[in-house]
Structures are given as C-alpha cells and as structure tokens.
C-alpha cells in the first residue's frame, strides 16, 4: 500500500493507492477539476503506464510553472539608463530564511538589474548549522545572477547600536576584515576597500521607538570623514521624511532597499502587482561599474508602493517620458467640453492636483492616470474665448512624486483647445 503525496488543505489528501492503480490528480497542470476527480475516482493503469504519466505530469507541471521575468516599466532618462536595484538584503548566511541563490532568482524574475547581498556581520544566528562566512553568501550569488544577467554586488551590514545605527557597505572586496570589535575600525575596513557606505532603516522602531529618524555626533563624524554616503529613505515599506531631507541638505545619495529576509512573496504580493522598494539608478552603463560610479555621483531616485522621491533632475525627466497628453479632437462652444486623453507609459501612477488657474478654460482639480493606463482628461469653456484655437499650460503637482518632504513636482501640462462662436 502507498500513499498519494497530494495531502495539503483543499486537496486530494493522503488516500490509499492500491499497486496498479493511480490517483487521476497526479496529472498536475491537466485540465481537470476536482468535481471530474471526484466523479472518476480511480483510474485502472498498468505500471510502465503509470511511471510514464508521472514523468509526463512533471513536464505538464514545469511548463505550467515557467520562470519568467516582469520588467519594470521606468523609462530611461537623457544620457543614463534607469536601473533597478536592491542592495539590502539577507540570506541564511545571517539572519535570513533562503539560500543565496534564490536572491539572483527573485531578482531577475521582478525585473531587478544589480543586488547587493548584505548579510549581517556581527548577527549570526544560524551559526550553528552554517560556518560564519562573511563571503560566501555573494560566492553563491554571483554565479545565480551571472547566468540570469543580474548584477550582484558583495556586501555587509555593520550591526551596531544607535548611534550610529546599522550601516550597509557594498562594492566590497573582502567582507570577513569588518569583523571587529569597534565600529570605526569596520567602517574604515570598509572604507579602506573603497566600499559605498550607507545608513540603514534611520527611523526603525528598533532603535528609534517612536519611528522618527534622528541625526547624531557620530554620523556628523562618518559625514566629515567622507565613508557615510547615503541613507535608506525608504525601508521596507518605510519612509523617512527626515532621512529624505537630510540627503538633499548633506548631498547624499538616496535609496530606497527591501531589507528582505523571508521568501521575497511571502512579505510582497508580487503576482498582484505589489513590488519591493527599489533604488533607482540612473548609470551610464549596466555593470557593476555604472552602478557604482553612478551611486558615488548620487544619481538615484527612490521607488517605492506608488511613490517616486528624487531629486527634480532626475524626477522630471522621467515624468516627460511617462505622461503623453493627446490633445481633443472637438471644439468648445460656450461652456460646454471637450476631452483630451492623458496616458501613462511608466507603472508609476501619477497623481495631479491642480496647481492654479487659467482663464478661458477649467480641468479636472485632482485626477489619477494608473501606470500603463490612458485616462479621460475633461476641459470645459467659461464662455469668455472667442473664436480660434489656443494652447493652454495647465499648472499641476504630482503629489505623490516627492522632490521634497511634503512636496510634489510642478508640472505643466500644454494643451491646445480649438473654439467655436457660441
């Protein structure tokens, strides 16, 4: 007597299988429900039939489960191509619950460029099972992403107390020489190896209970010697407010990083299009030498849910090769309306807010255009244009598109309308 290895909630169970006979459910990936398995029950097949419909189950199985990539629709910007990255995150080589490999995998499957393994060096949880080895979960890696043509990157997490926190260094050549008892002496390891060095998580209710990010003596010092970088605006599914204008005030390189450590869909559902935090990097080429001259050149923008936060240099570009406006085929008669389309070529929704008025015409005051959705754009007269045609600047802000803390980009959207004598 064997058992069919179909048990689980909502399944077949663990049924009896008399030899000679199998269960129809083991043709995974065949199109029949469970009212058909019900009704047939047992099917009689000699055994060379059953072993065949096993293998044939597998490959039904593997097709119907491919590996696929789903890329992230961000345009590039004039001069630089805009690559997604993700340089925090862990393995089981510290405190995380996946192999190393399955970190190029994830990767490349939600439309990642470059990754950066940081596993923590002073948190070793699983030490007694795998041998503490500040390398080798990047030795893994980078062979993973090597064949998939994702960018991995060596790195660490240096896990301290605050201040000054737990800080990132990636662009390493050998992890294990941060293993020391000061902090300083593994940022200037760190340092010494040319890393780019970052502040992690500044508001983390680990260190901060009450989740408000604060900026000490001791990253002034790290600012000063030239190692601090950039800081984490966006952890997890946290933002920074303060970590965010501290960047534009010190000159410091934003990023936006998952700091994953479960099975990446476990905490993002990505087949409902929920996405990681992602680091945009705007490099002059994709290797791991554009990334990094272009992360010491502080030339990213942070992606994160349905927001964007950047600089307005690199946020305004990418607004221009996302927003295309289709102008209205009608004419307006009085006060009565025409519609222009407004669709969207990124996956980044873009939310307006008017800004202002202009006089001739009114428009929509707030109005959302969906990533990769076209939306109706509605204007209508005042009754105080004559006849002709006139191009209108519409004054709006995106407000979910931070250049600032609180503060959307401006934007102006020109629109040509064509009047008729009422």
């Not at 169970?13 to 029950?41: C, E, T, W, Y």
């Not at 690559?83 to 399955?102: A, E, I, N």
């Not at 940081?118 to 699983?126: A, N, S, V």
């Not at 936060?309 to 305004?316: D, P, S, T």
Request: proline share 6%; charged share 25%; hydrophobic share 40%.
């Amino acid at each position: 007597m064997i058992r069919a290895g179909l048990s689980g909630r909502g399944g077949v169970g663990s049924r009896a299988i008399r030899p000679g006979h199998l269960p129809l459910a083991v043709f995974r990936g065949a199109a029949v429900d469970a009212n058909q398995i019900k009704r047939i029950g047992l099917m009689r097949i000699d055994r060379p039939t059953a072993v065949l419909a096993i293998l044939l189950a597998g490959v039904v199985s593997l097709h119907a489960h491919g590996r696929y990539r789903t890329p992230v629709r961000i345009p590039d910007i004039p001069g630089y191509l805009t690559l997604k990255c993700d340089f925090h995150m862990h393995t089981v080589f510290s405190d995380g619950k996946v192999w190393p490999d399955v970190r190029a995998e994830e990767a490349w499957r939600e439309g990642l460029d470059a990754i950066a393994i940081t596993d923590h060096i002073e948190y070793q949880p699983h030490k007694a099972d795998l041998p503490t080895n500040h390398n080798r979960s990047y030795e893994i890696a980078k062979p993973a992403g090597d064949t998939l043509q994702v960018i991995v990157i060596r790195g660490s997490e240096i896990t301290r107390s605050m201040p000054p926190g737990h800080l990132n260094a990636i662009f390493l050549k050998d992890a294990s020489k941060l293993e020391t008892k000061n902090w300083r002496d593994a940022v200037k390891a760190a340092q010494d190896q040319g890393a780019f060095i970052f502040w992690n998580h500044p508001g983390w209710t680990g260190q901060q209970p009450d989740g408000v990010a604060r900026w000490y003596d001791e990253h002034t010092e790290l600012l000063q010697q030239g190692a601090l970088k950039g800081i984490e605006v966006v952890n997890t599914r946290s933002y920074y407010p303060e970590a965010h204008r501290w960047c534009l005030e010190k000159k410091l390189t934003m990023l936006s990083n998952s700091d994953i450590h479960a099975p990446l869909n476990l905490d993002f559902d990505v087949h409902e299009g929920d996405h990681r935090p992602i680091t945009l990097v705007f490099a002059r080429e994709r290797t791991a030498e554009g990334v990094r001259e272009a992360l010491f050149n502080r030339r990213t923008a942070v992606y994160s849910g349905e927001m964007l936060v950047g600089e307005e240099r690199f946020l305004r570009p990418i607004f221009e090769r996302s927003l295309v406006l289709i102008p209205p085929t009608g004419r307006i008669k009085g006060k009565g309306r025409v519609y222009a389309q407004l669709r969207n070529e990124s996956e980044v929704p873009i939310t307006l807010k008017a800004a202002g008025k202009v006089n001739g015409v009114t428009f929509p005051g707030e109005l959302t255009v969906p990533g990769l959705k076209t939306v109706l754009f509605e204007i209508r007269g005042t009754g105080t244009m004559r006849e002709g045609e006139r191009t209108f600047r519409l004054p709006y802000e995106v407000t979910n598109w931070l250049v600032e803390p609180e503060k959307g980009l401006r934007v102006e959207l020109p629109v040509a309308v064509r009047f008729a004598n009422p």
